[in-house]
């Protein structure tokens, strides 16, 4: 879900970043969405638009205070903020039309698990996400 500026964004909203690469060298990214951070606020970081990321190479994951920052590879178009509930709760919803994925379709617990591969924090034991999405099948609706 799409948030309409950094006041609306709660702990665990993206921010996606658009821009234009320096170089001329540099491969395109769809949408021109060239970065991306977690937003942590004063809830879990050090000030009202504290994020975590990683901006500059080889850097590790870092808590910044501000969303906002000067890149040296990119040039800066924009900023969008969204939400990740949907995507939580298990709806997948495409914002951004040049990404196309398989948009409707409901996903399983599997899928979060395979998402980033062995190394995504979905991935922590792709055989229980298995046995949930086998629990989700076997639920009849009915109330316990």
Known sequence: MR??????????DLVFYYGKYYSPTAKPQP?????????????????????????????????YDSYQFVS????????????IDTWL???LQNF???RTWAAGRPVSASDHARA????????????NADDCDADVAADDGADD
Do not use: C, M
């Open 31 to 63: 949408g021109d969405v060239v970065h991306v951070e977690v937003f942590l606020g004063d809830e879990l970081g050090t000030g009202p638009e504290s994020v975590i990321g990683s901006r500059f190479g080889k850097e590790r994951v870092t808590l």
């Open 3 to 12: 948030k309409s500026s950094v006041s609306e964004l709660e702990p665990g």
């Open 96 to 98: 951004n039309e040049e």
């Open 89 to 91: 709760d298990g709806t």
């Open 72 to 83: 040296k590879k990119w040039e800066l178009l924009g900023y969008e903020f969204a939400s």
């Open 116 to 127: 980033g591969g062995k190394y995504s924090l979905f991935a922590a034991d792709a055989q």
